[in-house]
């Protein structure tokens, strides 16, 4: 049994992180038993009952990247718990936790020191109750596996006879950290705190957070993008059984929320789907009626034929270099629109009151949906709840709360809990998706084979642009600091934007996930143009010199040539580089930073009867500095591999009269089990600051495998996805 108080009645603020860690000791009431256990707040992460029970508060929304099972490693290793002493729980939306988000492979690297000092501090408060009572010095005393000991002692204090006067105790500042020599819980292999409710079907997920009495809403959104509702008839869709109400939601001024849609409210999800299936909408359209790949493209190949609207780089004199050089290679490459293809669809689930709202559902950004919620209703923030629920998939489309949105504005319409639900096919008409782009490079080697000169045009349909932003377009869509610049004497970048009615957004890696493909597949043309091993121009152009190279993006400030290095010796060496081909294998190579990672692949593929790549093998080599939990990084960068692999084979979002025409994934098809390659990844050991997985190494499939090709026939892939791709339109 648990005692509670207001814990206003009871804080202590203390200033160790901007997350405003809180001190809060919950005060027991009268009660006549005897034995009942007192739960104590250390702070926002941490409650320890009397009873010796721990609890550690994962605060960040769970969307398969692991965050659940490594967060709370953080401060579990500086709390000097066993793994298996603790109870993890999933906070809900709390303001004292900082912000709450997945996305950017941020969530270790910016909770990385707030949480060890959660840990810390709260160990280092344990221990100084336990000095007390034996009135000895604390620097006598020590805490192992949640007991603490004074020296040459063999007996100690749980951390449950001594929480109570912890919690009494003011909160120390600057306490000490553990150095990773000392790690016992931090580069293990955890398993996924969630792993069996997982397998059992325990209902975690958005989908399974339905109240009873809830409505389900289905939503008819216009087939052509930025269509708005003229009129519509319900007669049919109100005969169905089960349905309750049919309404028309409007548009939100901001295109990142939900669009003009009429809603089908049933007592369950059949109904208000065969309620859908039988409504009659009239969509009057303004424009982009006519939008297609054929437009996009065309307008993106006039772009990069031309001066860019924007330049972002200009290091030394590309024209005369060019001139200049006996050497000169010139390549476009493309990328194609992706679908975020989440297994779990879309939806959210609210319950808007007069004074108060309840929210629950699957998002990426539980921290801001509160924010959002008060300003559609009115209702404060402190009178609104929000649960977190564990995410069936994100990579970026989960950033935007637009589904969430509908489900706060019919609640608040209809005064009834609603859940909100979308299909498969409302998912892929509906996406935000992956920007499309086009690239011109141009290269010049001089007589020695070495690269002189760098130019690069690039015309993307820029999310930034989409969504109205005040910040540049070119913001994620290309990285003006990114390898080879600064390493090329003369670099030019430039960039322009295409306006499009055509949804985009983040994507697993943005930015990264096209850049890393051009940017590697050019070095690679580079290289054979200067008849040199790939990997060799790699670090003939890194040099030998440790360089920190400044980095304005995000994974800055800088980057470190020496660990780069470091990745690309090591992929080669681990993957058989140097080994001569043999005639059935080929392998591919790519290397890239970003978000404060390093990675190298190599890949191997052999080729079917009709030159179709079959991948059989990737060696990947990461540097994410301190690894927090090895089994959770194993399958965040297993995973990526897979993602992208998928996407550079198959991905490819086909637009036509202003509309998505695929329609699930017999259109839109995945990668398939049996044709997943043997994945071998080695993580460096480290010491720097910890970095995130979720996102690293899915760039770099894309361009280790056209590469590989190249190897393989002598052809080069420069436009994906391959399904696509001339060279297999014409064997197909």
């Known amino acids: 049994m648990t005692t509670h108080i207001n814990r206003r009645k009871f804080i202590r603020v203390s200033g160790l992180s901007s997350a405003g860690l809180l001190l809060a000791f919950h005060l027991p009431g009268k009660n006549t038993q005897e034995s009942v256990a007192e739960e104590v707040e250390l702070n926002a992460y941490l409650k320890i009952s009397t009873d010796g029970h721990i609890q550690i508060v994962a605060k960040n929304p769970e969307i398969g990247q692991g965050v659940k099972t490594s967060l709370p490693m953080i401060i579990a290793e500086e709390l000097e718990v066993d793994w298996d002493q603790i109870e993890v729980v999933q906070a809900g939306a709390d ?22 000092n959660a840990g810390a501090t709260a160990k280092a408060m344990l221990i100084q109750a336990a000095a007390n009572e034996w009135k000895v010095s604390n620097a006598d005393c020590y805490a192992s596996a949640g007991v603490v000991y004074r020296k040459g002692k063999k007996k100690g204090k749980p951390y449950g ?152 780089r200009n290091d030394g004199n590309v024209e005369e270099a060019f001139a200049n050089a006996p050497t000169v290679l010139e390549a476009t490459y493309e990328v ?37 919620a008060s300003r559609i209703t009115g209702i404060p923030v402190d009178k609104i709840t929000l649960d977190q629920n564990r995410n069936g998939g994100g990579f970026g489309r989960r950033l935007t709360a637009d589904y969430a949105v509908e489900a706060i504005v019919l609640s608040q319409q209809l005064k009834q809990p609603v859940q909100v639900v979308w299909t498969r096919e409302d998912d892929i008409h509906h996406d935000f998706y992956r920007p499309a782009g086009m690239y011109k490079f141009k290269g010049a080697l001089d007589e020695n084979g070495k690269l002189r000169a760098w130019h690069l045009r690039s015309a993307t349909t820029s999310r930034y642009l989409y969504r ?52 590697q597949s050019f070095l690679d043309e580079l290289a054979h143009a200067a008849d040199k091993d790939p990997v060799k121009f790699r670090l003939e152009l890194l040099g030998n010199e440790d360089k920190t190279m400044p980095y304005a993006d995000h994974g800055g400030p800088n980057y470190s040539t020496k660990r780069l290095r470091r990745v690309i010796e090591e992929a080669a060496d681990w993957g058989g580089w140097w080994a001569p081909p043999t005639r059935f294998r080929h392998r591919g190579f790519a290397a890239h930073f970003m978000f404060g990672a390093y990675v190298a ?74 044709e997943a390659p043997r994945i071998d990844i080695q993580i460096l050991k480290s010491t720097e600051r910890p970095e995130g997985l979720g996102e690293m190494t899915l760039p770099l499939i894309s361009a280790a495998l056209c590469n590989a090709i190249f190897a393989a026939t002598g052809e080069r892939i420069r436009s994906l996805p391959l399904k696509d791709n001339e060279l297999y339109r014409k064997s197909s």
């Open 95 to 116: 303001s004292r936790l900082g912000a709450q988000f997945a996305g950017g492979s941020m969530s270790v690297k910016t909770n990385w020191d707030a949480l060890r």
């Open 161 to 312: 006879d001594l929480v109570v006067a912890a919690a009494k105790l003011e909160v120390p500042k600057d306490v000490p950290l553990k150095a990773p020599a000392d790690y016992k819980i931090l580069g293990k292999s955890i398993p996924g705190v969630d792993n069996l409710a997982l397998v059992t079907g325990k209902p975690l997920f958005g989908l399974d957070a339905r109240p009873s009495g809830a409505l389900i809403a289905v939503l008819q959104r216009s087939p052509v993008f930025g269509g708005v509702v003229e009129s519509f008839d319900a007669t049919a869709a109100l005969q169905v059984p089960g349905v309750v109400e049919v309404v028309e939601v409007k548009a939100s001024a901001s295109k990142m929320q939900n669009r003009s849609s009429v809603a089908v409210l049933a007592k369950n999800t059949w109904s208000a789907m065969k309620g859908r299936s039988l409504l009659q909408v009239k969509w009057k359209v303004e424009e982009g009626q006519e939008e297609s790949n054929r437009r996009i493209r065309s307008e993106l190949d006039k772009l990069t034929n031309q001066k860019g609207e924007i330049e972002l």
């Open 336 to 372: 194609p629109f992706l679908y975020h293809a989440t297994l779990e669809p879309q939806n959210y689930f609210a319950d808007v009151k007069e004074d108060s709202i309840y929210l629950s559902g699957s998002t990426q950004v539980p921290g801001g949906i509160p924010g959002l």
């Open 468 to 519: 109205g932003s005040t910040e540049s377009p070119h913001t994620t869509e290309v990285f003006p600091d990114g390898f080879p610049a600064g390493f090329v004497p003369n670099f030019k970048m430039e960039y322009s934007p295409v306006a499009t009615t055509v949804p985009t957004g983040a994507w697993r890696a943005p930015g990264h996930n096209a850049t890393c493909f051009i940017d």
């Open 601 to 674: 692949q190599v890949v191997e593929i052999q080729l079917d009867e009709k030159n179709w790549p079959i991948v059989k093998h990737v060696y990947a080599v990461v540097d994410c500095g301190i690894l927090i939990n090895k089994s959770g990084a194993l399958a965040q960068l297993e995973g990526g591999i897979i993602d992208g692999l998928s996407a550079a084979l198959y991905g490819g979002v086909k637009i036509r009269e202003g509309r998505t025409k695929q329609d699930n994934f017999d259109t839109y098809p995945l990668l398939r089990y049996q």
